[in-house]
């Protein structure tokens, strides 16, 4: 291996794997915007060469990081070994390497492969549900070691920026990265969530007329969910929570935190409770990013009404 403990080579390096369809080249598309330079399928043979390279003499910025985006198509995969490399990498103390995995659920990439109507690259002449199994397989040692894990099952790709953005923006503060998330339970729990507040037992204006065309960002949606007996004793009491929990969780290190409100159909209750939760934090000094996952879906009244009726 080379002496990359002279070298003066990129010192921050991000090796970003995962399942093909799951959103790795959005991943390197992003970091790339972001100034990082990145690398896709190197051969693995000449990782160590390409480490030990001295930077570009009008390179001004020498602690440019690094992405190198590696699958099961890259000459010389082999999962165990590359973690064996990393760990070797890590030891010499010259380098500060991070790992990246990509994960899909299998129907999900199978229907991606559909609808784009690419062959897996590890089935050419299979149904695709034959390469994803494969590929997990091959790379399952490098998703177990991995030190980020990104499930894209429920994500666009401009929420897999907004996510790697999140992570990977070297200007970011160091408080932990915080995101409130709004959703509804009949389109699916999120996957990425730390925390999951269930709603439903607030007042449900789905059954207002008036009200059920409107989101939780209507101030009369609002105002009809607060008029619940427990609204004012139930949010001070979460918000008391998380003023609590999100020192703390900065204290161990964790860099990013994600909270979920959750309600029926995810467009008046998880939607009231995440934007007001998401003011009193930045009332306390925190920085959240608010999403709502599901307000602009279309209410699914068959299944919003029962289950309104048990969990309103």
Known sequence: MADLQSADGPKTILLVSGMSGAGKTTALKTLEDMGWEVVDNLPLTLLDRLLAAPLAQDQRDKDRPLAIGIDARTRGYDAAAIVQRIKALRESGALDIDTLYLDCAGAELERRFAETRRLHPLAQDRPAADGIARERELTEPLRRWSGQVIDTTAMSANALQQEIRSRFDRGSAVQSVLTILSFGFSRGMPRNAD???????????????????????????????????????????????????????????????????????????SVHVAERVAGRLRQAGFSPTVLHRNMESAPQNAVDEDKSRHNG
């Not at 007996?229 to 161990?252: A, F, H, K, M, N």
């Not at 994600?258 to 159909?265: M, R």
Request: hydrophobic letters at 35%; aromatic letters at 10%; charged letters at 25%.
């Open 195 to 269: 925390l999951v507040f269930d709603m439903r037992y607030l007042r449900n204006p789905h059954w207002d007329d008036a009200l059920r065309p409107q989101t939780g960002l209507s101030d009369a949606v609002g105002a009809y969910i607060a008029q619940d007996p427990v609204y004012d004793r139930s949010l001070e009491q979460i918000e008391e929570l998380l003023l609590t929990l999100l020192p703390r969780y900065q204290e161990q290190g964790k860099a990013y935190v994600t909270i979920a409100f959750g309600c029926t159909g995810g467009r008046h209750r």
